[in-house]
Nanobody, 126 residues
Framework: QVQLVESGGGLVQAGGSLRLSCAAS????????MGWFRQAPGKEREFVAT????????YYADSVKGRFTISRDNAKNTVYLQMNSLKPEDTALYYC???????????????????WGQGTQVTVSS
């Protein structure tokens, strides 16, 4: 089982930027599709972005497309989420997750992910 630890969250003004990191341990994530999800208070967990095991394919929720970028550095066993032009509605607890199975192409479905981090809080003030 891979352990995932998110970092980089914080309080930022609307229009600002943050870069989230997801560091993996216990197993290499180089062969796994990865994803970022978020959950705001009183709402269900929602998909944000996903990246294939190779990094060659990415997919984003419409709400973040053009503002967020997911990337990975397999040598560092780390996945990133660069968030620009942040909006108050981006406020949430952000989680990274590793897909089930090897050589996956990424997914928007939480059920396709086997390992989850504890989350990092992002708060965007207006």
């Amino acid at each position: 089982q891979v352990q995932l630890v998110e970092s980089g969250g914080g309080l930022v003004q609307a229009g600002g930027s943050l870069r989230l990191s997801c560091a993996a341990s216990g197993r290499t994530i180089s062969k796994y599709g990865m994803g970022w999800f978020r959950q705001a208070p009183g709402k269900e967990r929602e998909f944000v972005a996903t990246i294939s095991w190779s990094g060659g394919s990415t997919y984003y929720a419409d709400s973040v497309k053009g503002r967020f970028t997911i990337s990975r550095d397999n040598a560092k066993n780390t996945v990133y989420l660069q968030m620009n032009s942040l909006k108050p509605e981006d406020t949430a607890l952000y989680y990274c997750a590793a897909q089930r199975g090897l050589y996956a192409s990424g997914s928007t479905k939480p059920g396709d992910f086997a390992s989850w981090g504890q989350g990092t809080q992002v708060t965007v003030s207006s």
